[in-house]
């Protein structure tokens, strides 16, 4: 899990998501997501940032291969 900014992170590997779930704890979790739209006619999904109020993690989704410590956030 690389630091981009004060409490920011970038998350490209399964090591790093499970990094990241295993010291994050919110009751509630802001999310927002990115798409690839260009040639293609159903989006791909790109990015996923979550928030909850105090950290910020940039969730690079075409790089992450396991998800499920992301389901057991």
Request: net charge negative; with cysteine; proline share 4%.
């Amino acid at each position: 899990m690389r630091q981009i900014a004060d409490n920011r992170f970038y998350i490209a590997n399964d090591s790093d998501l499970a990094a990241a779930t295993d010291v994050a704890c919110a009751v509630v979790l802001g999310i927002d997501t990115e798409f690839i739209r260009i040639d293609t006619f159903y989006p791909i999904p790109a990015l996923l940032q979550l928030s909850d109020g105090k950290q910020c993690w940039l969730i690079d989704v075409l790089h992450i291969n396991n998800f499920a410590p992301l389901l057991e956030f």
